[in-house]
């Protein structure tokens, strides 16, 4: 990484998309000016602030820790630093990470670069938007319903969950512990390759490769799937909530006082689900199927949803992305011509998901805004 590298990304940043809350521009220079090694040498990473960042402001999204400064980097952040990468800085999301809207009441709107009158979704929408904008090539966010996915697939660019456990939460402000996972965002899948350490793709002719709805069936996810989500939510924030919960944005008030009775009887539905998902795809190595119906949300829609505690947009993008949360499944968000589909497969399949993106997916050069 140059300094004419970094100087022309930190000039890069408009304000205006609302991608980023915090950038130390010092900061970014002197490590574009010190000696890196690695994989992901002078590549520079926006880092959702959701995720600590030792001596660089992190607010989690919220009013809560607006002032809030870690100590000590995420384990994430520290993996991406030994492999030479520089956190460019703190991108936008939804407060808390709790919603898919790209609207922070705090911090602002996340808008996609090709269309200033739509949201960038959420809750990691800052981190896909400086991808989009072109100011990097590889940010850094959480999904644990989709958030990830969604906001890949509203900015038009890859976006990569990873199996639950497959990358440390440490330093990750939680949502719901059994759903969290680690995912990046990067203009191809030759971006992502060098993150996850994976050096070669299979030949997509090796795998068995069936379209959801075509090839293959898949149960829905059943609405008990939320009760077990909001039960987990409640175990962060409840203490807090009650405390003081007018310091929270007003779609995450009405959010954490929804109900999650009957969260044990989910579970056991829940698993019954998982035996019939996994019955209907045995033999297939990845899944080809939707991820958002529809466009990116317009700015208007989740400004009138938010003042009127409704969740219609919010329902309308997480259509297709949570039931990889609840198995544990890497997804793939993966731009084509026809929009964007979703890649999925077991855990340990990383590299045949990374494949089948790839054949699919557009270049890179069409994928950034500029």
């Known amino acids: 990484m140059s300094r004419e590298a970094a100087v022309a ?3 890069s940043i408009d304000p205006d998309l609302g991608a980023f809350i915090e950038v130390d521009r010092d900061r970014v220079m002197a490590a574009a000016e010190a000696p890196r ?3 992901l040498s002078g590549v520079l990473v926006a880092v959702k602030d959701l995720i600590d960042t030792a001596g660089l402001r992190t607010t989690y999204g919220s009013d809560f820790f607006a002032d809030h400064v870690p100590e000590k980097n995420a384990a994430v952040v520290d993996a991406l630093e030994a492999e030479g990468a520089i956190v460019l800085g703190k991108t936008n999301l939804n407060e808390f990470a709790y919603g898919v ?9 996340i808008l996609t670069p090709k269309d200033r009158s739509r949201t960038a979704g959420g809750s990691s929408g800052g981190s896909a938007a400086a991808v989009s904008a072109g100011v990097c090539r590889l940010a850094v966010g959480s999904d644990t319903s989709g958030s990830v996915r969604i906001p890949a697939a509203c900015c038009g660019v890859y976006g990569m969950k990873l199996a639950n456990g497959a990358a440390s939460l440490e330093g990750i402000f939680p949502l719901a512990a059994r759903y969290d996972s680690v995912g990046y965002f990067a203009a191809g899948v030759d971006d992502l390759q060098p993150v996850l350490g994976i050096d070669e793709l299979p030949d997509v002719g090796t795998l068995t ?3 959801i709805g075509v090839d293959v069936e898949t149960p829905d996810l059943p609405e008990e799937h939320w009760v077990s989500f909001r039960e987990q939510v409640w175990e962060v924030h409840a203490e807090r909530y009650q405390k003081e919960p007018k310091r929270y944005g007003k779609d995450v008030q009405w959010k954490l006082a929804l109900p999650f009775d009957g969260a044990e009887a989910a579970r056991e539905l829940l698993e019954a689900w998982r035996t019939r998902f996994l019955e209907a795809v045995e033999g297939v190595d990845v899944l080809v199927g939707p991820l958002l119906d529809g466009a990116a949300p317009t700015l208007e ?3 009138a949803e938010y003042e009127r505690d409704e969740f219609i947009v919010g329902g309308r993008l997480l259509r297709h992305t949570p039931q990889y949360n609840e198995l544990g499944w890497p997804a793939l968000a993966v731009p084509t011509a026809d929009g964007t589909v979703q890649v999925a497969g077991r855990p340990g399949s990383e590299a045949a998901v990374l494949a089948v ?3 699919l997916g557009l270049p890179s050069e069409e994928v950034v805004a500029r």
């Open 357 to 359: 993106g790839k054949q």
């Open 37 to 39: 090694g690695g994989r």
């Open 301 to 303: 829609a989740v400004k």
């Open 209 to 211: 490769v069936a379209r």
């Open 9 to 11: 990304a930190l000039d």
């Open 101 to 109: 809207s790209g609207l922070n009441p705090f911090y602002g709107p």
